[in-house]
């Protein structure tokens, strides 16, 4: 393990920020940190870069306490949000920039920086200052500058999130191939995106509030889910989460709608649960099921988003192809038993049973 | 916990224009203040102890009291006329007008000048018989006035120059803010039909209302410290008909030595300052920005 | 018809405040006769011209050697201009990036005690200024007078600059730092060469108020030091000669008038309006 937190606390005008964090990160490894805006990622980040103080807590690289260093001796980088370069500077003196303040030759420099500045395809823009190039171009002068210095800790926040929708899907692959290219050292990747997580992390955070609900390789943390909380952040559109009961090999909803329980959930005691159900997993139908009345729908590429209010809790599902629904139609839901999950019903609902778990 | 070097560095950013400043300025403010209870003149200078006479003084000093009167009046006065005209003469030349910017650079040049220094020129201007601010106005019948000697003439031509002098400081702090704004809400107003006086009075200048009380209140206090153009045009006279405070102040001290009084004078003509200048600047911001919000 | 009306009020605006300017020109090169022959306007027809006024300056009969007071202002002036930037430069940086906590005083109020400075009328620091250069031994020097500019010069640096640095992203300089410059580094490699506009309005300000400033100039100093508005309102007595009264006033002023047209520019480009709020 190369660097581990230990109960960071970080507060700002009386607001918990980080609340207890801990976590370890592996050399060589890529973690995404996942979670809603406001989740306390950001502050993750700029503690570990130096850029915030923590009110306590410690944190270890290699097993050497680095806290207390200030944030021009802990060799990090960092890529933000908003695309961050020195103005004054042109693209490949904002890149050779970290080289050269280590006072590294010119030759290497140089050598250095053109090898980055093809790997992001920049290679013809050297000479040009950044406010000349275009959002994607100067999202990648930034990550360039980040691979340059080969930093023992890289972290990304939510780089790509101000780029329009195809540039961040071809921007995304690009980063995972950057990305895992950088052997040795530990890089974290904030995004609020589920599908993202899963695709560049080897390993998935998922934060909530300054607090971390669940860490796991993306299968375990799509395929189960801590609590309801993880279930809605892993998931977009957010998973459903129905309150009922679970009687007799029977799934009953107030109101007397039932489903047969299929055979993952037949051993759980009686009582009452919060299940789930991904978006995609749940039909209409027609006069049968959980009724339901639509609040909106939202038609994006290929797939119609509905959402729908029940007496149980709101409802998403995701529809293939394009749709018209009426807005306040009344609407039934038919749900297929063998992909609900069962969470606790009380606290944060904690996962009881997935699909496909505990059938034997 | 924390960072050791941050501390550092964080200090040593403001402290030496802190301390500086805190040195050049607080220390002769607490000489003044205790000067001011001293007795010190030009037959017994040094530090002896009056307490609060000089104070009780001050109080039944009418000379003082119609200098402040004359003073609030000239600086409320004044700057009220260069914000009207430099709000106007930056609406004049903020678009659409024919070598803008030629007649930008003529408004500015006035407040780069030296204020002494035009404050001669404008004197011989206001000569009776060898200037020609009477034989201008002789061309169309008026005149001759006698500028520098009467007492209404001499404030006039105090004000007329302070007008000079700073009407392109309003104009130039407004030009900026006229240029800073955003086009939507005009466009809005273009669209809603509103002819140039309700775009003035609903757009442009609820718009402005900030950099306008920023404005405004810098010259007043500028303006509060009026005293130079008074030395050079008028010596604050005819008699005391144009003097300010901080010119009475200037003679008490500085030229019939009354160090103890003339310190005390100050102190008091500070206090009332900001005591008066905090007053307008709240007010300017309930009235004006209290009842948009 | 209404933009006839603009035409007319601009340039009668712009008449009011070129005649000064004008007059001084025409009277500097008038002679004791051109000038008690009443007001009169164009060389040739109404006076006849002559150099006087402006040989004058040079030593000339009647006048004042200009030179000396015109170093001796441009020496103190750009003194305690730069001094001021630099140490209002470096403050602002740090009222703007870090947070100062001493009791109930936090930044505003630090930078409040910056700019409150401006409401200080001269008269109530000219004594004790007095006082202490002549305790100093700076009474009539030029290092005194320096000194006692940057008091006056410090706060307009501070007010502009704060302003300008709050509108650098800050993100700028902490990717500095994490690129391994100490902050010192990180706001003189990083922030400094993109805050020359900024910098640029502060010095202009700060040269305009030291140049044009003349009561503590006029008690401060008296013969070793003499700066420009003193030298020029010492002919300012009864007996003028108005001809190198009025050809010192403009090569005193003319400098200044050169930066107008710079201000023009600044605000033409749209930098003046985010340097000043």
Redesign the interface.
Known sequence: MSLILDTLHLSHNGEAHLDGLSASFARGSLTTVLGRTLAGKTTLMRAI???Q????GTMERDGQAF????????D???V?Q?F?N???LNVFDNIA??LR??RLPEVDVRQRVESVLSMVGLSNFAGRKPSALSGGQQQRVALA?ALV?KADILLLDEPLVNLDYKLREQLREEFRGLLTSQSDGTVIYNTTEPAEAMMLGDRIIVMHQGRILQTGTPAEVFERPANTLVAGIVNDPPMTILSGRLDHGRIVFDGGVELAASAHLKNLPHGLYRFGIRATEIEPSEGRGIPGRVTFSEVSGSETFVHVETPFGEAVMQLEGVHQVTDGSQIGLSLAPERLFAFAADGEGALLRAPGQGEN | ??????RFYKFSFLLPGFLVLLAIILFPLLFTIRVSLSGWDAIAPGLNWAGLTNYAHVFSDGRFWEAMLRLSAMAVGTVLVQYVLGFALALLVWRDILFRRIFRVLFLIPMMTTPVIMSVIWRTIFHESLGPANDVLGLIGLGPYPWLTSANFAMAAVMLVEIWQWTPFMFLLLLAGLLSLPREPFLAAAIDGAGPVRTFFNVTFPLLVPVSIGAVVIRLIEASKIMETVYVLTSGGPGTATETAGYYIYIKGLRDFEIGYAASLSITYLVIMIVLLTIIAKLLVRIFIGRSA | MLSTLKYIAVVLWSAFVVAPLLWALTTSFKTANGVTGGPTYLPYIGFEPSLDGWRSLFGGAGGIDIVRPYMDSLIVTSSASLISIVLGTLAAYGLSRFEYRAGFVKNTDIIFFFISQRIMPPIVLAIPFFLMLQFLGLLDTKIGLILVYVALLLPIAVWIMVDFFDGV?R??D??????????F?AFWR?VL??SMPGILVASMFCVIFGWNDFFFAFTLTFTDTQLLPVAVVSLNSSVTPWWSLSASALVSVAPLILIAIFVERLLSRGTLAGAIR
């Open positions: 870069a130096g850029l103080r923590i009110d306590s806290g207390t260093l200030p944030a021009w001796q802990r990090v980088a960092m933000y908003q961050i020195y103005p004054h920039f970290p303040k280590r500058r210095r | 916990m924390g960072q050791t070097g941050l | 992203p993100q700028i902490e990717m500095a730092m994490l690129d391994g410059c100490t902050p580094e990083i060469p993109n």
